[in-house]
């Protein structure tokens, strides 16, 4: 590992497949969500205690042949829960990214989430997901929540493995781009997260760079390999002394899931 003052070590794990590395117990997803429960029941679905999405009329798994309900509530609905219990079981928190005075109006700003003390762990992973419509922090992929599970579909095997093994996490959102005033029917573009890429770079100087880890990883999924890869880049050309190459050693680009953060 090399020091903050030098080149920070930056291993990148990139699939093609949502990285599965451990899963979930029974208990940390069945803990009472009271109203996340209650906005998927209104919409005649649950999850049960394996993390499996249910109808309430019959109980019977979702699959994607006899989901009823394919509205776009049903996926904020999804990520809602998931971000519950990454607030209630692992204790995250979140922020608006960029600063009030940064932004353009009040409101164009988007959360990022990470872990309770993340900026004092020695070590951290960045979380960077996949390009979608409406994908949030938290989701690998929306259709494998609803039709194979959380243990499939969301970061929380993930994340609960980086916690486990004393890892801060910070999870990007890199899919917020705009705001959008409906009182002014107006549109407002995010500051520094026109672009995935430009995202990620500005949470990377503001909440990764200050904090005291020395060795830094990134776990991303699908175009977040991409994003990956640019921010590498980009700190590379800030630094005297070049990033570790992604195509060799740990920071090789993999099509295989990992088996460990």
Known sequence: SSTKSETPNCPTTSTTSPPQTTTLMSSQIGE????????????????DSDGYLRDTENSQRATETNIRNTSGDLVAAVAKYVQSVLFKTYHFESTLVPTLEEAVVPGARCPIFYSKDYDKKDKIVVIIQGSGRGLQPGIWSRTLCMTEGLNMGSMLPQ????????????????????????????????????????????????????TLATDLYILAYGYGGEVAKSLMASLAESHEKSIVDLNKSNGKTSKSAPNSI
Do not use: C
């Open 159 to 210: 994340i609960k493995m980086a916690l486990q093994h004393n890892y801060g996490v910070i999870v990007l959102n890199p899919n917020k781009r705009s705001y959008f005033d409906q009182e002014k029917n107006v549109k407002h573009p995010i500051r520094y997260s026109e672009r995935p890429e430009s995202h990620a770079l500005y949470v990377w100087n503001h909440y990764v760079e200050p």
């Open 32 to 47: 009472s969500k009271e109203t996340e429960a209650d906005d998927l029941r209104s919409l005649g679905y649950y999850f």
